[in-house]
């Protein structure tokens, strides 16, 4: 079984700027989660999807970030403008069933440096 | 609001020591889960328990066991005979059947051979 896929890996970009990240979760896995992970923190949720609805996105800088789950499927996250302190590791999980709190499934990440 | 406190930074033991990780939530909610997860160098957090709020039963599993104690609101991990391969960041989780996500901060631990 394929796991979660995250791209791109790493990003470089100047505040200011744009960026998106990409996440293709495991197959069939309805709920999909965004996390930030700054340095020497743990991940802080930022959006959680059931299907393609937003169940959760409490935690989301919403003048910033943006994230759309068109067709239930992969989704996109994000940041425009970035700042310096969008410096972080951005996490995409998923899990299989939302009322059951199965165990979410990581992707790699994506480490993004804003200078 | 929903909290994990771990309140142990950082932890180094020699291999073979056993070492416990102390986990502490704050929930409102009378119906939760708790996870612990490692994340090692390579930086994938990977899924290690899961436990209903319901279920206080410790749990074993090879080396690592849990110890799950409503009363003081605790959920310990603790690795026998720990080695180098153990070497990782450890967060415990807290969420509401799907819902509230959280975190703590994670505790660093050390194996040295």
């Known amino acids: 079984e394929a796991g979660v896929a995250q791209s791109p890996r790493y990003k470089i970009i100047e505040k200011r700027q744009s960026v998106a990240f990409w996440c293709n979760p495991i197959s069939g896995h309805a709920t999909l989660y965004w996390y930030q992970q700054i340095l020497g923190q743990g991940p802080k949720l930022l959006i959680q999807?059931?299907?393609?609805?937003?169940?959760?996105d409490s935690q989301l800088p919403k003048d910033r970030f943006s994230a759309e789950r068109l067709k239930g499927v992969d989704s996109t996250l994000k940041i425009q403008p970035a700042k310096l302190e969008d410096s972080a590791v951005y996490l995409c999980a998923s899990s299989s069933r939302l009322a059951e709190s199965y165990e979410q499934y990581f992707g790699p990440g994506t480490r993004l440096t804003v200078t | 609001a929903q909290k994990v406190t771990q309140a142990q930074t950082e932890i180094s033991v020699v291999e073979k020591e056993d070492v416990t990780l102390d986990c502490v939530y704050e929930?409102?909610?009378?119906?939760?889960?708790l996870f612990w997860y490692k994340q090692p160098p390579s930086g994938e957090l990977v899924f290690l328990i899961r436990r209903n709020s319901f279920d206080e039963q410790n749990e074993i599993s090879g080396r690592y066991s849990w110890n799950f104690q409503k009363s003081t609101s605790s959920f310990n991990f603790t690795i026998t005979a720990s080695q180098v391969v153990d070497s990782a960041v450890y967060f415990c989780?807290?969420?509401?059947?799907?819902?509230?996500?959280?975190f703590g901060p994670g505790t660093r631990l050390s194996v040295l051979p």
């Open positions: 929930t409102r909610d009378t119906t939760y889960y």
């Open positions: 999807f059931q299907n393609n609805g937003v169940v959760d």
């Open positions: 989780a807290l969420d509401n059947y799907g819902q509230n996500f959280v």
